[in-house]
């Protein structure tokens, strides 16, 4: 069982939310940050091809973007507190647009959008959506400092970098309870550097662990996620000196890092090498978040958003755009980035016969008269009968049309043979009833609910 805990106050966060959410403080000539005082290796200048696909004016800040199943784009505006949808063409239309305000972005395996932010009162928040951006549920999360990445560990288990507290926070969708997941010193800020700098801030999940980038202490860890409760390991500096907001990371591991203050793309190959794919000339001034298109014509392109320097520098700032990178590598599929996740008692998948009996229009009556014959036809048949439903043709207010049945332990024809004996074959509510193989997929059969949740 999850318990609420209040997490640790890091002094001074109450500064940098008013820095890095309302953006309070007056713009000056020259940047507010001192880059010569953040060290970030760039590597070579290598640039992909790219596209600006949709371009918001001076002054927005684009922060996160996820890309849903139907190939369209989620991203959130600091500013105007809206989630935006783009398709890959560049059309756009709000979302959702309330007095949230909207940080991070993730969706889980079922297509459940969330969102981490906070309330109009500014108490720290997980928010879910329905399909059509109506707002779902509020989660607080209480004594959070700056809620920013989110990704999901498991389906349904979330976890949220806490960058004003140095945290990584786990929160259970279904439950709303949530508990301190890892408080590992290396998520803090730098204590030398601007508090305009985040701390833990992008977290990604891959091959069993997550990545996060700790934009103040300018590193990348990985962290092990362990067991079936998917606990924190030791955290692991693997790459350091380079100023990453958030990344994105490709199905064979090649990861993707957006710089923010520095403009830029980065790529990072498993050697650890460095390259740098885009600059502003590309379009990224300001680049905040990335994340790889799911669609066969767009896995290879990744989609980047940013706020066109207006955090650096919000007396300057460019176009916040939105460009498609095309890269040489599908990206992490949803589905590939739970690969950690194991199932120790799940049962092999049954092999059963299908029988599909077609319904006669206009057999009501019929079937009203023999209903008593026919349960108990099934109830003596309960042992060969997996599972039985009907199916309609067009909504559950249409005519019925079939009896689906699924029988284990049988060929074809005895599966026939049963059903020859069915009264609502026999009394004509059924025109016929014929028998196909079926081999079952794994299901909530094959896997009991507590281990297709990770539990």
Known sequence: MFTMVRFKIWNGAAAFIAAAVAFAAPATAQPRIDLSAVPHQVGAFEPLSSNIIASFEEGNFLESVIV??????????????????????GARAPFHQSDIQPVGLAVDIDGQIVLSGSTADGNAAIF????DGALDRTILIEGAQFLNGVAFVAPGQL??????????IHVDIESEESRIWSSDESLGVHPDRSPLLPGVNGLKVFDGAVYATNSSRTTL???????LDYRAGSPEVILQDISFDDLAIAADGTIYGT??????????EQDGSVTTVAKTEQGVAGSTAAAF???????????VVGDGGFYLDPENPAPANVVAIGTDEPGLSLEASFSHIDYPNMEPAARMTMVRCMTVPGSDERRRAVAPDYDRFLKLNIARIAFAGEVYGDGREAELTARLYFMHGLDEARAEGIMESSPYLIEGVYSSCDAVPFDAMPGSIAWPDELSRGR
């Open 68 to 89: 849903l199943s139907s190939g369209d784009l989620l991203i959130t505006e600091i500013q105007s507190r809206t989630i935006w949808r783009v398709d890959p063409s």
């Open 293 to 303: 298109g799911r669609r066969a014509e767009d896995r290879n392109t990744l989609y």
């Open 259 to 268: 710089t923010h203050i520095f403009d830029s793309v980065v790529r990072i």
């Open 128 to 131: 879910t959506f329905k399909d």
């Open 221 to 227: 860890l990985r962290i092990p996620a362990i067991g």
């Open 159 to 168: 976890l949220v970098a806490d960058s004003g507290g140095g945290l990584i």
